[in-house]
């Protein structure tokens, strides 16, 4: 069993920057490949960053390559999330995931085992 913590989201004007944090539970937080996904009401679970578990490869959803920088630091059994030049349409909660598996099932949400309880990001116009 994976306990994932989820901090860092607020209230920020559009083109600022916000930093999530996402603590795990287990020492062997590196056996886990990680992801951030964000759901905004009545719509589905998206895909936004995951982060490989062995190698550091990192995968994003296209509308956020260049602004979004996943990273991991397994010292510290932490996942981040860098946000930079936040949009108004980037306002969802945020949610952090841990899977055992790899590769291209990473972008989909079906393959992660353990979810945060999510941290909510508001970007004002």
């Known amino acids: 069993q994976v306990q994932l913590v989820e901090s860092g989201g607020g209230l920020v004007q559009a083109g600022g920057s916000l930093r999530l944090s996402c603590a795990a539970s287990?020492?062997?937080?590196?056996?886990?490949?990680m992801g951030w996904f964000r759901q905004a009401p009545g719509k589905e679970r998206e895909f936004v960053a995951a982060?490989?578990?062995?190698?550091?490869?990192?995968y994003y959803a296209d509308s956020m390559k260049g602004r979004f920088t996943i990273s991991r630091d397994n010292a510290k059994n932490t996942v981040y999330l860098q946000m930079n030049s936040l949009k108004p349409e980037d306002t969802d909660v945020y949610y952090c995931?841990?899977?055992?598996?790899?590769?291209?099932?990473?972008?989909?949400?079906?393959?992660?085992?353990?979810w945060g309880q999510g941290t909510q990001v508001t970007v004002s116009s």
């Open positions: 995931a841990a899977t055992p598996r790899g590769g291209s099932y990473l972008v989909s949400r079906i393959a992660y085992d353990y």
């Open positions: 982060i490989s578990k062995s190698d550091g490869r990192t």
């Open positions: 287990r020492r062997t937080f590196s056996s886990y490949a």
